[in-house]
């Protein structure tokens, strides 16, 4: 399951650089992850100052 960002991120692109796999993406209010590409590895949820990055499942 792809992790996902919560409404909680602050936009500091942290994660984005992190992504192995170039899964995470700057939006109109937060950055996303293209759950088609996500390997659910967690390097950006681990980077994350505001913890926004959970799994995807825990959010179901």
Do not use: H, R, W
Not at 12 to 22: A, F, K
């Amino acid at each position: 399951m792809a992790y996902i960002i919560t409404d909680e991120c602050i936009v500091c692109g942290s994660c984005e650089d992190e992504c192995p796999v170039d899964a995470i993406s700057e939006g109109e209010d937060k950055f996303s992850i293209d759950p088609e590409i996500c390997t659910d590895c967690g390097a950006c949820a681990e980077l994350c100052p505001v913890e926004a990055i959970l799994p995807g499942e825990e959010n179901q």
